[in-house]
C-alpha cells in the first residue's frame, strides 16, 4: 500500500508564471492518472484555497465522494492566505467544516513570520479540542521556528497527529549549527508529531531540477533517526512538483535514493504509517 501523504488538486493553476493547460493542468483526474502509472494507492489531498481556488474544499469533497477508495480530504481551514487567519471563532469553522465535509484532517499554513504562539493561545487550544474531538489529523505548514509552539500544543493534544509539511522547512544551505534542523529533531521527542518526507527540491543548496537531490540526504538521515519510519510519510507535492521534477522522481527520491534507509522500512514511510492515521481519524468522539 502506497499513500501520498502531501498533494494537491484543483480546478484553476494558482501559480505562476501562467501555463497554457490551467483549466485542466491541477484537476483530480490527472493526479488519479499519475498514481495509476506508478503504482500509488491513495492520497491524501491537502486543499489550499489559494488564487482563483477559493472552493477548493467543496472540488476536493466532490473528489473524494468520487473515488472513496482513493482519496482522503484535509481540509484548508483559515491558512495564511485567508482572511480569516487566526481570526477569532477558529474552533467554530473547524466545526462546521467537519460537519460539512466527511474529512480526514486539516490543513493549516502558517506566516512565516509569524512566531506560532497563537496555536496556544485560548482560541488556538479551543481550535486544536474540536481536532481532538473530532479525530482530525493537523497537517501543519511551517517553518523551523514554529517547532516550539508546535511542541507545546501537540503535548497537549496527544491524540491528535501533527503531520509536518515538507521536512519542517529545514534547508541544507542553513548556516552552522543548524539551529533550523535542531528544532525540528527536537520535536522528535513529542510523540504525536510526525513529518512528511516531502519538497525535496525546497531544502537542496543546489539548483531545483537537481534530482535526486543528494545534498539533501544529511537532513533526511537526521530525521531519520530521530523520527524512524513510524513517523515520517513520503508525499509527492504534486503537481507543484512538476516545476522541478516527475511525479515518479518525487517517488524515487526517496525509494531509490535515500539508501540509508533499509527497504524493509519503505513500506512504513510509503503508507503504513499513513494508513494507521487514516483508519483512526475522522470520527467524532
Known amino acids: 500500500m502506497i499513500i501520498d501523504s502531501h498533494c494537491h488538486a484543483w480546478t484553476h493553476w494558482p501559480y505562476q508564471p501562467p501555463v497554457p493547460d ?12 499519475e498514481m495509476d502509472l506508478h503504482g500509488v494507492d491513495q492520497a491524501a489531498i491537502v486543499c489550499a484555497q489559494i488564487d482563483h481556488n477559493p472552493a477548493n474544499n467543496a472540488y476536493i469533497a466532490e473528489q473524494v465522494a468520487r473515488f472513496p477508495n482513493r482519496l482522503h480530504q484535509i481540509a484548508d481551514v483559515d491558512s495564511s492566505w485567508s482572511a480569516t487567519y487566526h481570526q477569532p471563532g477558529a474552533a467554530e469553522r473547524l466545526q462546521q467544516t467537519a460537519a460539512r465535509w466527511p474529512i480526514k484532517g486539516f490543513t493549516h499554513y502558517l506566516k512565516h513570520d509569524d512566531d506560532g504562539a497563537w496555536l496556544y493561545s485560548a482560541e488556538g487550544l479551543a481550535f486544536f479540542k474540536v481536532a481532538q474531538e473530532k479525530k482530525l489529523i493537523a497537517s ?4 523551523p521556528h514554529h517547532q516550539p509552539a508546535i511542541r507545546k500544543v501537540a503535548a497537549q493534544f496527544p491524540s491528535v497527529p501533527f503531520l509536518i509539511h ?10 552552522a549549527p543548524r539551529v533550523g534542523l535542531q528544532q525540528v529533531l527536537e520535536s522528535a521527542r513529542v510523540e504525536n508529531i510526525y513529518i512528511k518526507l516531502s519538497g525535496f527540491a525546497y531544502a537542496t543548496a543546489g539548483p531545483k531540477w537537481d534530482f535526486p537531490y543528494s545534498d539533501t540526504h544529511e537532513l533526511i538521515r537526521a530525521q531519520y533517526e530521530h523520527y524512524g519510519p513510524r513517523r515520517m510519510c513520503w508525499g509527492s507535492d504534486y503537481p507543484v512538483v512538476r516545476f ?7 517517488l524515487e527520491a ?3 535514493h535515500c539508501d540509508f534507509i533499509p527497504a524493509t522500512e519503505h513500506a512504513w514511510i ?3 504509517t499513513l494508513q494507521q492515521l487514516l483508519a483512526v481519524e475522522g470520527s467524532e468522539v
Do not use: W
Open 22 to 33: 490551467a483549466e485542466s493542468r491541477p484537476r483530480v483526474e490527472q493526479l488519479l492518472n
Open 140 to 143: 501543519i505548514a511551517c517553518a
Open 254 to 256: 526517496f525509494r531509490t
Open 166 to 175: 515538507h521536512l519542517g522547512g529545514v534547508k541544507v544551505d542553513e548556516a
Open 270 to 272: 510509503l503508507g503504513n
Open 244 to 250: 522541478y521534477m516527475t511525479y515518479r522522481q518525487a
